[in-house]
């Protein structure tokens, strides 16, 4: 099995390489192209999930401890797993749905069409699943039952979020600019000024330096995060090329894989001041982190929702939207 992953990171990788230069200006358009703020706003809500916001200070200690990482700083492992190369296959299944899809037609088939759809669907039930798994750790005095509630409110907000296209642009710019907002925070209550951010991120050039060791799986837990990318990215990528705007295929590039990489760049890097000082999150902070994970698990449902639904036409203009919002969140 990561003989087979490894063959297929370095295939994709080559590929997305090859469709840069060889056609580097190549106009990629979706169906509802949108303004390139609104884009990457959707891009970066939707292709992650409340992990970003709160694994890292779990990871950062194992990180430390374990030989398998002993290569490199704990704050460049967290980054390899999330940002960087692994955004190369949001680029690669974008450009393909916005170029050789509507061509091919391959997903249009019945077979590959009801597969891919109930692919997404059990990944909306497993977002969910580990929402619900993953909240006690959250919000450690939460009871079972306010835990069912919260997860089931979080998937209606999802549904009633899918049945518009305009209340999408409005949650992805707002959570991307609470993010910002929660970044700014924690960083000024850590007390580590601009010099030992600066200090931080200036580490984080290593990743550059070992490259080549994220391109293949580290180990079997590395080889999981890269089989979550690999199939969440098609999935992300049929949904965002609809929004791409007529960028040239240089452009998407850069817009997918360096731009989301740096606010991770800068959220992980104050987290990783509190951990190498030793320094408590306080109750503020991670209530803000628990609010802007929540967003993103909405967002995440809203585009998986919006997909297989217009993908199997049972949109809010089939249904209606109290048929739909019933269908979908039931």
């Not at 680029?91 to 088939?109: D, N, Q, S, V």
């Not at 909405?298 to 199997?312: G, H």
Request: with cysteine; net charge neutral; proline share 4%.
């Amino acid at each position: 099995m990561m003989t087979l992953l490894s063959i297929a990171m370095v295939v994709a990788l080559l590929s997305a390489a090859f469709v840069v230069l060889r056609w580097p200006t190549y106009q990629c358009i979706g169906d509802t192209p949108l303004p390139t703020v609104s884009f990457l706003a959707i891009l970066f809500t939707s292709g992650l999930d409340v992990g970003l916001i709160m694994f890292p200070l779990i990871d950062f200690q194992t990180y430390a401890t374990e030989t398998d990482y002993g290569f490199t700083s704990p704050l460049v492992i967290e980054f390899g797993f999330w940002g960087g190369l692994v955004w190369g296959f949001y680029f690669l299944t974008t450009l393909y749905f916005c170029a050789i899809e509507p061509r091919l037609k391959l997903f249009e088939l019945a077979l590959i069409r009801w597969i891919h759809n109930l692919v997404v669907i059990a990944t909306c039930a497993f977002t969910a699943y580990l929402f619900l798994t993953f909240l006690p750790s959250y919000i450690e005095v939460i009871s079972p039952t306010l835990a069912y509630l919260l997860v089931g409110t979080v998937i209606v907000l999802a549904v009633l979020s899918s049945t518009r296209l305009s209340v999408l642009r409005v949650l992805s710019l707002s959570s991307t600019g609470l993010f910002f907002v929660l970044i700014a925070a924690a960083w000024l209550a850590s007390g580590v000024g601009v010099s030992g951010l600066l200090g931080t991120m200036g580490g984080l050039s290593d990743y550059l330096a070992n490259l080549d060791r994220f391109i293949l799986p580290i180990n079997e837990y590395h080889g999981f995060y890269l089989s979550w990318w690999f199939a969440w990215s098609i999935m992300i990528g049929q949904f965002i090329a609809r929004f791409v705007n007529g960028m040239a295929a240089w452009k998407l590039l850069i817009a997918i894989l360096i731009v989301p990489s740096i606010p991770i760049a800068l959220w992980f890097s104050v987290l990783f001041g509190y951990f190498a000082g030793g320094t408590p999150v306080s109750d503020s902070i991670t209530l803000l982190m628990i609010v802007v994970g929540i967003l993103f698990v909405i967002n995440s449902l809203d585009s998986l929702t919006r997909l297989y639904s217009q993908n199997l036409g049972l949109t809010v203009e089939a249904l209606g939207r109290y048929r739909y919002v019933l269908t979908h969140a039931g």
